[in-house]
């Protein structure tokens, strides 16, 4: 399979780093929104284009993997992109994913193409698992806490506000809420009630930090709703301090069984991640795989994880599945 990156950031070289060690795909081309003559990517001999440029590899490139960011790329590039080629992206704004899956599907619709969003750990692998819980133990309720961790989706959003040279953001959740649910009680969060959030921002000389601070907390969706606290740090300390991308989290589904409810059910599917960008990239390929067999069964439109058969997302064969992990 012809893999396509369209956009090198951090994200994008996790898809690279990804298909390395996917031996049915190889990276066809890295598109860039860059000067192509300045990015140096890490697989010799794949050349790297100007965005410009893409639709000149419309019959090149089995999918293509959008690697932008949720606040302003993926809700454009997308659709246009899906009109053109089988895509996937990791669109993460929650509220707004019904609204993105819409607009992406005309244009998959239109083009007949496959398209999957909103794929990666969450929204994706933590999505499967709120589904299957739920169906499990229809009478229960769920819970997913997040981190500690740097949220690429939110740090991205900080860096677009004016004045901000970069940033990272932290979820934390609160540990007291987590441990309650784990005991098997029910409660009734806000969101505020189960995180944190941590932000650390390197803003130009002069920027007015306050209204920085003030766009940041008031951010809908992102922030407005929760404990936000913002710490403004030099670049130096954020290169010694915040380098690295971790994250994780927990989806947890508390229940009840047997007579008179006298049984208490716990599922809880756990990550703990070293580099955030390295495995949602590794998620993103897994499931390019499944849209690239989807798209030639003609199976057009847009998908989301829920619509994947899991054996689509194996390069093992159907046998061997069967044989050794069922």
Known sequence: MNIGIYGYGNLGKGVEDSLKRNSDMKLAAVFTRRNPESLKIATQGVPVVSADD?????????????????????????????????????????????????????????????????????????????????????????????????????????????????????????????????????????????????????????????????????????????????????????KEKHGELPHGGSVIRTGRTGKDDCHRQVIEYKLSLDSNPEFTGSVLVCFARAVCRMSERGNYGCKTVFDVAPADLSAVAREEIIAHLL
């Open 54 to 238: 893409i639709l000149n590899w419309k019959d090149k490139i089995d999918v293509l993997i959008i690697c932008g960011g949720s606040a302003t790329d993926l809700p454009e590039m997308t659709p246009y992109l899906a009109q053109h080629f089988n895509v996937v992206d990791s669109y993460d704004n929650h509220s707004e994913i019904l609204t993105h899956f819409k607009n992406t599907d005309k244009a998959a619709l239109e083009g007949e193409r496959t398209a999957l969003i909103s794929c990666g750990w969450d929204p994706g692998m933590f999505s499967l698992n709120r589904l299957y819980a739920s169906c499990i133990l229809p009478d229960g309720n769920d819970y997913t806490f997040w981190g500690k961790g740097v949220s690429q989706g939110h740090s991205d959003a900080i860096r677009r506000i004016d004045g901000v040279i970069d940033a990272r953001q932290y979820t934390v959740p609160v540990e007291e809420a987590v441990e309650r649910v784990r005991s098997g009680e029910t409660p009734e969060f806000t969101a505020g009630d189960k995180h944190k959030r941590e932000c650390y921002v390197v803003v130009e000389e002069g920027a007015d930090k306050e209204r920085i601070r003030r766009e940041i907390v008031t951010m809908p969706a992102y922030f407005e709703p929760y404990d936000t606290t913002v710490t403004f740090i030099s670049a130096e300390e954020m």
